[in-house]
């Protein structure tokens, strides 16, 4: 099994940046691929930011050159960094592993607010 714990969201204002953490812990060389999920009030979930064993990753348009997703395989640790944050951002934030074609492992979420 794998699991994921998020981290590292908050309160911030427009424009100013936060660094969401995922902790992997498990089976973690079962996964192939993590990503970073959101889903704000009223909305789906969408993908924003993912990354492959490769290390080849891939961005929603919305945050396309604002957040970087990144991983550091000794600290078992999945990274977002997001900079010039807008209020159009304020979301649930979840990080997901998939294993197989599918992604089928979450964390429970951490909360991002940006106020204008």
């Known amino acids: 099994q794998v699991q994921l714990v998020e981290s590292g969201g908050g309160l911030v204002q427009a424009g100013e940046s936060l660094r969401l953490s995922c902790a992997v812990s498990g089976s973690i060389s079962t996964i192939n691929a993590m990503g970073w999920y959101r889903q704000a009030p009223g909305k789906e979930r969408e993908l924003i930011a993912a990354i492959s064993k490769d290390g080849s990753t891939l961005y929603a348009d919305s945050v396309k050159g604002r957040f970087t997703i990144s991983g550091d395989t000794a600290k078992l640790t999945l990274y977002l960094q997001m900079n010039s944050l807008k209020p159009e951002d304020t979301a649930m934030y979840y990080c997901?592993?998939?294993?197989?074609?599918?992604?089928?492992?979450w964390g429970k979420g951490t909360l991002v607010i940006v106020s204008s």
């Open positions: 997901a592993a998939r294993r197989g074609e599918v992604i089928d492992v």
